[in-house]
């Protein structure tokens, strides 16, 4: 069982950063494969980022490569989103998601979600 608590949301003007972090419970969370996820008012969950075990290996949304970065720190328990020149379509609350070893990019195969975080990007 794996528990997860987001933080670091709120307003932020376009062009401008936030970080996420997501904090989770138990002893064995090198062994999951993370994901962060986001949900637009009134729009389907979707994906974002994902990283290993490890944190050898990440993946993006295309929507967000090359401004996002996934991280994680196993000794802190904590994997991190950080945002850079958000847009106004980056908009939605954000979750993140904990699967067992494999990594993937698809929502079912996330076992744990966290509550999630609101960012909203102003134009």
């Known amino acids: 069982q794996v528990q997860l608590v987001e933080s670091g949301g709120g307003l932020v003007q376009a062009g401008g950063s936030l970080r996420l972090s997501c904090a989770a419970s138990?002893?064995?969370?090198?062994?999951?494969?993370m994901g962060w996820f986001r949900q637009a008012p009134g729009k389907e969950r979707e994906f974002v980022a994902a990283?290993?075990?490890?944190?050898?290996?990440?993946y993006y949304a295309d929507s967000v490569k090359g401004r996002f970065t996934i991280s994680r720190d196993n000794a802190k328990n904590t994997v991190y989103l950080q945002m850079n020149s958000l847009k106004p379509e980056d908009t939605a609350v954000y979750y993140c998601?904990?699967?067992?070893?494999?990594?993937?990019?698809?929502?079912?195969?996330?076992?744990?979600w966290g509550q999630g975080t609101q960012v909203t990007v102003s134009s």
């Open positions: 998601a904990a699967r067992f070893m494999f990594v993937g990019t698809a929502l079912e195969e996330y076992a744990y």
């Open positions: 138990g002893r064995t969370f090198s062994s999951y494969a």
């Open positions: 990283i290993t075990t490890g944190g050898g290996n990440t």
